[in-house]
């Protein structure tokens, strides 16, 4: 069992690791924001984008809050208990935005197609 300083270092490199992807992928979602529209156009993606964002960091912590409250009263369900049904949901939510990166979805303007 981990304890002391080889705990800390360990939940020191898993919270690294964890702001290093964070940081990643939001910038890698401002390239494919700013890659998907216009020159002209980027202005207003990039304030609706930032709407959105704020948005969603506001509803956020009641939407989890309520998933989880929701979550812990199934502890005994056959299908997905409780915790298991948070991790699926969360996940289900990764993919639709991972498929949403790929070609039939993500449109690119005539200006920027090479």
Do not use: H, Y
């Amino acid at each position: 069992m981990l304890n002391g300083l080889a705990l800390m270092l360990l939940i020191n490199c898993a919270s690294i690791l964890k702001n290093v992807l964070a940081v990643s992928i939001t910038t890698g979602l401002f390239l494919l924001q700013n890659r998907s529209v216009t020159q002209q156009q980027r202005g207003a993606a990039n304030g609706i984008s930032m709407s959105a964002m704020s948005l969603f960091k506001a509803i956020g912590p009641a939407a989890g809050g309520s998933l989880f409250s929701w979550a812990q009263k199934r502890q005994d369900a056959f299908f997905f208990p409780g915790d298991q049904m948070i991790f699926f949901l969360l996940n289900m939510i990764e993919v639709i935005g991972l498929l949403l990166t790929f070609k039939p979805f993500l449109a690119l303007p005539d200006d920027n197609i090479s």
